[in-house]
């Protein structure tokens, strides 16, 4: 009996660390591959990114709308109600046999809700992990409780998972499907990427993708104004390539900051989404990763280059010995470039594994024939276990 699995997409980068599990899933002739694209790849201002998922030969079988023209606490919440809504819809339309969501944004806890309601059961890819800075903590969280696989991308993340109360055993540790990307993926090299970019390589280069922190007191926009100033005083013949924010709470308010900062500097360019391709292409060129993505932390060791992880966002996570933390002031900042672009990270371990979790992940949904009896869940207390 062919079994539905549906993946649900709702970002450029959420879809790139998704796109090698949707390939094993899409080759399975016993498996129905189903997918939903929703939140910011459906988005003219955020690069209708869904059109990527069509041109690597994938059928979208669902779209949800859910992103409002507003990114303030109001817009995003009302988001999620629509996304609710939405997904409520196209799961009765698709009846999966197993939903797969992977990481922490709203999109996802919209989709999450929505299969909970549903009864559908959940494979949830990220789990476990630990982001003080940010509300995502609290939707990685929740997203867990709703779900009933769990793919974490390291031992400690799923020890965090075990003290959920979540069954150890359906808690696998893969390592991070970002990996994959790198391991497996031709990139381009610098005299392509000059042409894809338009962008002329200068004697030291940064790829740099700040996202606000949700959670903290201060405005993003006065966060991000510092780290504008310590780009600035790194000089002409710093070339800086900047990946803008997300649909996320004050995103287009950073966005403006960089238009206006990239018509200011000659040695700046913008992208509203390079897909992983041309970003990870362009990560193995660069000196250094700046900002506060998680890409930062998972993929930038695996290329040997170090990473200046600013603020609190990130905090908490598992990290490499080539990644830099710093506060959101200038001169720290600016220190902490210096400090990084001088750093050998040729031996540098990545603790988020070498590849090969998107087959492990595929292996083991495929393992069960049926999904149904993970619906009915027992909270397993730490310290004794429930089974007979």
């Known amino acids: 009996m062919t079994k539905k699995i549906c993946v649900v997409t709702g970002t450029r980068a959420e879809y790139g660390l998704l796109s090698s599990l949707m390939l094993f899933l899409r080759e399975d002739a016993e498996i129905e591959l189903q997918i939903i ?22 059928m979208i079988n669902e779209r949800i709308e859910m992103i409002l023209s507003s990114d303030t606490a109001v817009g995003v919440t009302k988001s999620i109600g629509l996304g609710i809504i939405g997904f409520a819809d196209g799961y009765e339309r698709l009846k999966p046999d197993l939903v797969v ?31 003080q800075g940010a509300y995502d903590e609290a939707i990685r969280h929740s997203i867990t409780k709703m779900s009933h696989l769990h793919f974490v991308t390291n031992k400690e993340s799923g020890e ?22 790198i391991k497996n993926m031709e990139l ?22 700040f996202h606000p922190s949700t959670l903290d007191k201060e405005n993003p926009s006065v966060q991000f ?17 900047i990946t803008k924010p997300n649909a996320d709470s004050d995103g287009r308010m ?7 900062f990239e018509k200011r500097h000659n040695n700046v360019k913008s992208y509203v989404s390079l897909g992983q391709y041309k970003y990870l292409s362009t990560m193995a060129q660069v000196d250094v990763v700046i900002g506060n993505s998680s890409s930062g932390l998972y993929e930038a060791p695996s290329f040997k ?29 600016y220190e902490s470039i210096q400090r990084a672009i001088s750093l050998d990270c040729e031996h540098v371990f990545n603790p988020y594994g070498e590849g090969e979790s998107s087959v492990k992940i595929y292996e083991i949904i495929k393992s069960f024939s049926d999904y149904k009896h993970l619906i009915i869940k027992e909270f397993h207390q730490m310290g004794f276990s429930n089974e007979q």
Not at 103 to 130: C, F, M, N, S, T
């Open 37 to 58: 694209a929703t939140g910011s790849h459906l988005s003219h201002e955020f690069g209708l990114t869904y059109k990527t998922i069509l041109e690597d030969g994938f």
């Open 101 to 131: 969501l992977l990481g922490d944004r709203y999109e996802i806890l919209a989709a999450a809700q929505a299969a909970l309601i549903a009864k559908l059961p959940i494979a949830h890819i990220g789990g476990g992990d630990v982001t």
């Open 160 to 181: 965090r998972v075990r003290q959920l109360g979540e069954n150890p055993k359906y808690i696998y540790n893969v390592g991070s499907p970002g990996i994959d990307l």
């Open 188 to 209: 381009a090299n610098r005299k392509q990427l000059s042409k894809l970019l338009s962008f002329s390589w200068k004697s030291k280069n940064a790829l740099v993708t």
């Open 225 to 241: 104004e510092r780290l504008l100033a310590a780009l600035s005083r790194l000089g002409d013949d710093f070339g800086i390539i």
């Open 254 to 260: 950073l966005i403006r900051m960089i238009e206006d």
């Open 305 to 333: 280059k170090p990473t200046v992880n600013i603020g609190d966002r990130q905090r908490g996570r598992l990290l490499a010995e080539s990644v830099l933390n710093c506060e959101p002031e200038e001169q720290e900042i």
